[in-house]
Structures are given as C-alpha cells and as structure tokens.
C-alpha cells in the first residue's frame, strides 16, 4: 500500500510536470528561407515583411541563411536545410539554371518547396508567388510609349541576364515599345541588380549613348546610380528615369518618385506575407494554390503621396503588433513558472503528508506482522501453486475426454441416422418396396459396419491403456501389403480423378509387423489423405529403406489442405480433434501406439494450404521384438472387408442413376453437410419433390447461398472451415438471405446446443438421427410460413411503408425498397439496375429477395406500386390524367390506362368519374 501510494503520486507529479513542458513548449515548425540579398533593399523588405507575418504564427520559426548574391553559396545553403530535415523550404533564387537541381533533391526528399519572386526550370515546387515581370514590363512599356509620345531614345539598364525576372521584363517591354516605331534603344547597361555595379557600368558608357530621353531600369536602386552618374556627367539634360519595385523607406523606389528622383516606379511586392501564410497552410494540411501571381501598378507624381502614408501607417501598425506580441509572450512565461512553481508545491505538500502517515503505519504494524505474514504467504503459494497444477491437468483432460465423448457421440449418430431411415422407408412401403430393398439394405450394411469399425477402435484404444494390446509380427513383403491396402482406394481415386500411386525401387522388400495393426495404421493415414485433398489431387505412397539400412520408411503424402503450426504439435495427442484429422480424436493417437508397439516411428510435417506428410519407419530384424510377440509359420493375411472405404464414401452406381434430375421443382433446398453419405440420402429422400444443392463445407455453402439465394437451408453443425452455428448467424444477418429458413440437423442435441443453434437464427433444430418424414413436414411448414408471410407483404401494397421492426431484416428490405421506388417514381426509366445498385446488391439477388418475400418480379411490383399510387391522387386530386401518368413514372397516358384498366378492370377515367359520382 505504501509503495502503491508513494508512485502513484510520483507518477502524478511527473504527468503535471510533463504536461506543463508541452503547454510552454507547443511543436514548432521550422521554416528554412535561403536569400540572395547583396545590397538589394527589395530583398530586404521581403525579409521584414515575413517577420512581421510571423507574428501572427508564433508556431512558427524562420531559420534565414544569406547567399549574398552567389549562386554556388545559395546551393550550399539549401543543402545546409535538407541535412538538417526542416520542415518547409522558401527560397528566392539569385540565378534560375544554378539553383534548379538542389531544389529539385529537396523536393524530391519531402520537404515542402515554396519559390518566391523566381521560378526554376522544373514544376517540382509546391507553391509560387511572384508577380508576373512579363506583365510588369509590359506595364512599364506602356507608360513610358505614353510619356514619350511615341517618340524618343532609351536606356535600358538590366539586371543580372541569367535570371528570368531580368529577361522576361526586358521582353515584356519591348514587346510593347515595338508598337511604337518612333522609339528606339540608345543602349544597354548591365547593372546586376546592384547600385554600385549601375554607377561603375553608367560613368563608363553613358556618353557613347547621348542624346537620350529615358532610362529605363529593371530596379529603382540601378535607376537611383545612373541617376546621380547623369548628373554629373550631363547635368542640363532633362533625361527621365524610370525604375522597378517602388519599395517603401528612406532609400527605396517610393522616396525617389517622391523626391522627382525618379519619374516613375512600378509597384513590385515581395511576397513576403504571402509565403508566410501559404507556408501555414501547407504545414498544417489546408487547401492552397499553387501559383500565385501578385499585382503591379505604377506609382508616379500623382499617387507617390497617398502610398507614402499608407506605407508609414502599416510600418508603424507593425511595429506596435511585434511590440505587443513580445510583452504577450513574456506574460506567458511568467504564467507558465508560476503554474509550475505551484503544482510543484501542491505535489510536494500531499507526498509528505501520505509519506509522513504510511511511515507512522508502518513503524507501528510491520515488527509484528512481517515474520508472520512471510510464513503464511509461503505456505499458501506454495498450496495454491500445487492446487492450480492438479486442477489445470484435471480440467485439460476431462474437457479433451468430454470432447471426445461429444464428437465419438457424433460419429455414432450419423451411421445410425442413415441404418434407421431405410428401415422405415421399408417399413412404410411394406410389400411394394422390393425395387429398393436391395439399396437400402446395403445402406444399412455398410453403415452397420461401420459402427462395428469404431467400436474396434474404442476396443484398441481401451487395450493400449490397459497394455494388453499385444504385438503378433509375421515377415511379410511389405510392397505387396501396401499394395494390397490401396487397392481399397483406387475406384475412389478414380471417380474423384485423382492421382494415386504407389512409388517404390523395390519389388519386395520384407520386415517383421503385425499386419493388423499396420493395415489399420496405413488404412486411417490413407482416409485422411482423401478426406482432406481435394478432387483432381494427389496421393503418393513411397517405400524406401533410410540411409543407415536400418529401417523401411513408409511414407503417404498429399498435397491437400495441410495443417497449421499449432495443430501438428497435437496431432498425436489422445482425444484432440483439431483441423485435418480423423473426426473421433483417437485414430492419429492409436497409430502411433501401433507403431511405437513395433518400436518403430510415426513422423508429421505439415504446411497449411500446401498438404501433408506422414512417415512410417519400421526397424528391420526381430531383435525389438520378445519371443512371444513372433510368429513364425506362414501367415496368409487377407484384408477384412469391413474396411470397404469406397463402400462407405459413395452409393450404389443404380440406385443413384435411377433418379430423374430432369424435372423442374417449385423450391431449391441447399443442403450443407460434411458426410457425403448422409447428404446422398437426404437428396435421394426429397428430390421428387424439390430441387435440391449440396455442399460439403461451410465456406462453401454460403458461397452457394449467396449465388442461388435457396428457399432453405439444411445445415449441419460440425463442418470444416465454418461451423454451422456460425453459418446460420452469418446468413441471418446478411440482407441478401436474412429471409431464408434454415433448419439445423445434427447430433448434438444436448439443450444448451438447441439454446446456441436457435440464437444464431435457425429456425428449427433436429438431432440425429432423426425421422426422415419429420424433417420433410416441417420443411414443408417452414416453406409454407414463408409463403404467408409473403402474401402478407404483398396483399394490399403500401408506398407509405415508415420504419422497420427491430431487427427484423426483411422488414428493413422490404421498406427500404419500397421507399426507393416512392423517392424515384417519377422517373419513367426507372429500372432493376438502378435499384440494386442503390441497395449494394446484384441484380439476381435483388430479384430473387423480392420474389421470395412479396411473390412478385421487380418490374411487376414497380407497376403496382405506381397504380395504387395513382389510385390514390385520382381520389385525392384534381390532376388530370396526363399528369397523374407523368407523376407515378408512366412514359404515355397511353401506357397508363391500359395498365390501370388491367389492374383494376376500369378505365382510369371511368374510375374517377364513378368515385366523384
């Protein structure tokens, strides 16, 4: 208790302390921006007004990097940002061709791109945001054709030629000075973006170029350096200068136009903001385009006021925004430590105060109790421990005992189920029944004998517990006796087209066994081959003698269902029926007794889904053997024919070829069953009357239920792959065949089993063996519910069908359907495909459920229920006939009252008139 105590708040005090950090410490996303500044105050700005956008997301860090204008440094830069995994990318790129492969890589490792001012020569980016330098040197081309008159000389200034803002202004304008022929290019200068390079490249060439009338710069700072080169070289010219970006500030574009610097600058934004937020919305996941063009205007004499001050007002309003944010910032801090300061306190105060009484507790309680305590818990460890071991073997063996019994009760019941239905059938039938007497006793026959094989085998299995079994060995040809078994099997092997062989170097091979045992051994290993491989399979038998020349090694393999891991370690275990073994749980487990009793080994390897092998290995000589367990004279075995294994897998060929499958039945029943035998009988006993499908599993029988959708459904209970409470369960809760009566026949028949198999959804529930006329009458009463039922649903059609019952899923079908025929009966193209497709169910499904349920085709029930809408609107309305036809989905009034007059024996104009009368 006290150490409970004392963690849980230690653990409370962490959680606090954890949760505190988290608050304080939200997740911050880290943003790396890569920048060719120099001296371009353009860039700069752009930088300040990111900053201030950040403000307003304060989960968000900028991590800035400066490549001063060289291309090869701004590569190393983003590489800087890819190694160190940020989780978006903004970049404005110095030089476009340089810069496209390293964007590219980060792109390519995941890390979201933004382009700002600059594209690259590839799309792999996630957002642009520029303004369009095509349009803005178009821009500029225009105003300057303007100011000129159309008539004049220019200097062009560029910026660096390799970038695309340099080169798609410098054709943006010419583009437009084309149109005016009286303007012409006095010169080129390269400025490089930078004020200093304008000057040095200005004071060199200017006068080679005059006279001239404008300069035009592809930045306002090379506009403002060719500004005060002109000057002073030719200070009476009266030479217009016009620039790009019209920057706020005291040495920016708008203070130039202000100061009659410059003639004119065109309005170029940076971007700035927008990447910020763009940058929010990809991060956290929100729509966003992904090119995104910024507008331009010029900005002269007569509007450079009104945008100074509104630059000025939205400096200062950011300023105050940072200044606030800084003081909201710093109050959170202090909340932070304080709240921390006193949940540290809170915690503190209440360990001491439980440490201080658990202490007190303690002192006092634990040099009395602890000695005794120590023994007495030692004791009952250690009584419970051996009581749990006992109860754990206890309970393992009698429920694998109890197991069993249950599935050997099975085994029991079916053969009997089908010694008893002839000699009623007999008994019924009295002197007329000699054409079939024949048949039928042969039914019994052979499953008399077989009752006799597992009583046998009870008998074995009771003998090896009680060691008298005893071993009788012969030297016998081993070949010749495993060939001698197959030979049982070869006309199953045939009619299921098998491929089953015996393989062997050996024309005799002899070793000393007892031939009984050995021929039950090999006769169960050989049931479990053909049970669980399928038709068109294989079956080998191989006799070889192992490496050492020690043994014969008798080995039967199949490529059927396999088994899994957890089954082949109990394979051999007494009373386990796992997946792929014989049904009663002893067979496995009495074969290896056999073999070991020979002292020899019964081997297992096993995939699932690939097949099985087993591997019989038999020593040689008679050295293992006592005196008494050898005979010695000659031993002429013969197999006992109680072990007919075709016998008990299939019935006679004319009994089978006597029935006419030709006739066409009212109902399909699906019978599901493992017993191939049983399912014979049944068929044999009611096809007359229906139309009868089998399975042998139950994954296959609800793939059949599902594709022929029966009218009912016998299931057995013990089947592989599914069992048959699951089936039930699965076909009454699926809207496709909830309406199906399912009747389970079985031979487990204790209550609690009727209880489970009647609340899976069955709707009766026989145990084996059973009556074969009790079984055929209540198929006729489930069948015929079911055909009441239906004329309930389809007596007096109601469109206006509200809700469903609770789980009742017909009801749901029938209201469901109902209603999507009322919301589309308009619609005079209205057609099966349309519905089913609504309903998530195919078109043969569709039809068969309303034909089970309502005794109608879906077109027949479309059509009554348009009638007896339009029944209702001609009693209820003052429509006319044309448009009642048009509202219930008829495509002529024609149609309609041909169609009402058929229904109804009148005409719908007669009808109208009769009721208004």
């Given at each position: 208790m006290r150490r409970l105590l004392r963690y849980s708040f230690l653990y409370f005090f962490l959680i606090l302390v954890c949760s505190c950090q988290e608050e304080k410490h939200p997740k911050k996303y880290r943003i790396g921006f890569s920048q060719c500044?120099?001296?371009?105050?353009?860039?700069?700005?752009?930088?300040?007004?990111?900053?201030?956008?950040?403000?307003?997301?304060?989960?968000?860090?900028?991590?800035?990097?400066?490549?001063?204008?060289?291309?090869?440094?701004?590569?190393?830069?983003?590489?800087?940002?890819?190694?160190?995994?940020?989780?978006?990318?903004?970049?404005?790129?110095?030089?476009?061709?340089?810069?496209?492969?390293?964007?590219?890589?980060?792109?390519?490792?995941?890390?979201?791109v933004i382009m700002v001012d600059r594209k690259i020569n590839s799309s792999m980016y996630n957002a642009y945001i520029g303004a369009n330098n095509y349009e803005v040197g178009k821009l500029a081309g225009n105003y300057i054709a303007d100011l000129l008159n159309g008539k004049g000389s220019i200097v062009e200034i560029w910026g660096l030629r390799g970038s695309s803002p340099a080169v798609e202004r410098h054709q943006g304008l010419w583009e437009v000075l084309a149109k005016h022929p009286g303007i012409k290019l006095a010169g080129e200068i390269d400025g490089k973006w930078e004020q200093d390079t304008s000057k040095v490249q200005t004071r060199r060439k200017i006068k080679d170029f005059a006279p001239f009338d404008l300069v035009f710069a592809h930045n306002d700072v090379m506009a403002y350096g060719a500004y005060t080169v002109c000057l002073e070289i030719l200070p009476d010219n009266d030479i217009k200068f016009i620039g790009i970006d019209a920057l706020p500030g005291p040495i920016a574009g708008t203070q130039f136009v202000y100061d009659n610097i410059l003639t004119a600058s065109f309005?170029?934004?940076?971007?700035?903001?927008?990447?910020?937020?763009?940058?929010?919305?990809?991060?956290?996941?929100?729509?966003?385009?992904?090119?995104?063009?910024?507008?331009?205007?010029?900005?002269?004499?007569?509007?450079?006021?009104?945008?100074?001050?509104?630059?000025?007002?939205?400096?200062?309003?950011?300023?105050?925004?940072?200044?606030?944010?800084?003081?909201?910032?710093?109050?959170?801090?202090?909340?932070?430590?304080?709240?921390?300061?006193?949940?540290?306190?809170?915690?503190?105060?209440?360990?001491?105060?439980?440490?201080?009484?658990?202490?007190?507790?303690?002192?006092?309680?634990?040099?009395?109790?602890?000695?005794?305590?120590?023994?007495?818990?030692?004791?009952?460890?250690?009584?419970?421990?051996?009581?749990?071991?006992?109860?754990?073997?206890?309970?393992?063996?009698?429920?694998?005992?109890?197991?069993?019994?249950?599935?050997?009760?099975?085994?029991?019941?079916?053969?009997?189920?089908?010694?008893?239905?002839?000699?009623?059938?007999?008994?019924?039938?009295?002197?007329?029944?000699?054409?079939?007497?024949?048949?039928?006793?042969?039914?019994?026959?052979k499953n008399a004998m077989r009752l006799l094989r597992l009583v046998n085998q009870l008998m074995d299995f009771r003998k090896i517990e009680d060691r008298k079994m005893l071993v009788r060995a012969s030297e016998l040809d081993v070949v010749h006796f495993i060939g001698d078994v197959m030979t049982a099997f070869e006309k199953l092997a045939q009619k299921r087209k098998m491929d089953f062989q015996l393989v062997t170097e050996h024309k005799q091979l002899y070793a000393w066994f007892d031939p009984d045992m050995l021929d039950k051994v090999i006769f169960n290993l050989l049931s479990n081959a053909f049970k669980f491989t399928n038709d068109r399979g294989k079956i080998y038998v191989t006799i070889s003698i192992d490496d050492a020349q020690k043994h014969v090694v008798i080995c039967i393999e199949d490529n059927g269902l396999g088994m899994s891991e957890e089954h082949i370690r109990h394979a051999f275990d007494r009373f386990y029926t796992g997946e792929n073994l014989t049904g009663n749980g002893i067979g496995l487990s009495l074969s290896k007794e056999f073999i070991e009793l020979h002292h020899g080994e019964l081997t297992l390897s096993s995939e699932k889904g690939r097949g099985t092998r087993f591997c019989i290995m038999l020593p040689f000589g008679t050295a293992h053997f006592d005196d008494q367990q050898l005979f010695s004279g000659k031993f002429n075995w013969q197999r006992n024919s109680n072990y007919d294994f075709l016998n008990e897998y299939s019935l006679p060929q004319q009994l089978i070829e006597s029935y006419d499958h030709s006739s066409v039945k009212d109902y399909t029943v699906l019978l599901i069953d493992d017993n191939s035998e049983l399912r014979q009988f049944v068929k044999n006993r009611l096809q007359t009357v229906y139309n009868i499908e089998e399975a042998h599993d139950g994954v296959t029988g609800l793939r059949l239920a599902f594709e022929i959708v029966p009218d009912l459904i016998i299931c057995d209970v013990m089947l592989p792959g599914r069992d048959g409470f699951e089936v039930v369960k699965t076909l009454k809760e699926d809207l496709r065949t909830s309406h199906i009566p399912t009747i389970i026949l079985t031979a487990k028949g204790s209550m609690e089993q009727r209880i489970v198999g009647i609340q899976s959804g069955a709707d009766e529930y026989i145990t084996k063996p059973f009556v074969l006329e009790y079984l055929h009458e209540r198929i006729k009463a489930l069948i015929r519910s079911r055909e009441q039922l239906k004329e309930h649903y389809s007596h007096d059609l109601n469109i206006e069908m509200n809700g469903s019952t609770p789980g009742s899923l017909d009801k749901r079908f029938i209201n469901d359907f109902t209603a999507m025929i009322e919301k589309h009966m308009a619609n005079s193209e209205l057609h099966v495909n349309d519905i089913s497709r609504e309903l998530g169910m195919s078109r043969v499904q569709v039809y068969r459920k309303v034909k089970a349920l309502l005794g109608y085709s879906v077109n027949d029930y479309i059509i009554s229920v348009r009638l007896k809408k339009a029944k209702h609107l001609l009693l209820n309305t003052d429509k006319t006939i044309s448009e009642i036809a048009t509202e219930v989905g008829f495509s002529s009034p024609t149609y309609f009252s041909t169609s009402f007059k058929s229904k109804f024996s009148i005409s719908p104009r007669d009808f109208k008139t009769s009721q208004s009368a």
């Open positions: 500044t120099g001296l371009d105050a353009w860039r700069r700005q752009m930088l300040m007004s990111m900053r201030g956008e950040l403000v307003f997301y304060p989960e968000m860090e900028l991590l800035y990097r400066d490549a001063e204008n060289s291309s090869e440094r701004q590569i190393g830069d983003i590489e800087y940002f890819i190694d160190n995994k940020v989780d978006l990318l903004i970049v404005s790129p110095n030089e476009t061709d340089p810069i496209t492969p390293v964007v590219e890589k980060a792109f390519q490792s995941g890390i979201p309005l170029y934004p940076t971007g700035g903001e927008e990447s910020i937020r763009i940058a929010n919305q990809i991060l956290k996941g929100l729509p966003y385009e992904k090119e995104n063009t910024l507008l331009s205007t010029v900005i002269d004499s007569k509007n450079v006021r009104v945008m100074r001050l509104q630059y000025d007002k939205l400096l200062s309003q950011q300023n105050d925004i940072v200044r606030q944010q800084k003081m909201i910032n710093e109050q959170i801090e202090t909340y932070y430590s304080q709240r921390i300061l006193i949940f540290i306190l809170l915690v503190s105060l209440i360990i001491m105060i439980v440490a201080g009484a658990v202490a007190a507790y303690n002192w006092r309680e634990k040099n009395e109790i602890n000695k005794r305590l120590e023994v007495k818990r030692s004791e009952i460890l250690e009584q419970r421990n051996t009581i749990a071991a006992i109860a754990e073997k206890a309970e393992l063996a009698t429920q694998e005992k109890l197991k069993f019994f249950t599935n050997i009760s099975h085994e029991f019941k079916t053969p009997l189920t089908l010694i008893l239905g002839p000699i009623e059938e007999l008994m019924e039938r009295g002197p007329d029944s000699r054409p079939n007497v024949n048949e039928n006793l042969s039914l019994i026959r």
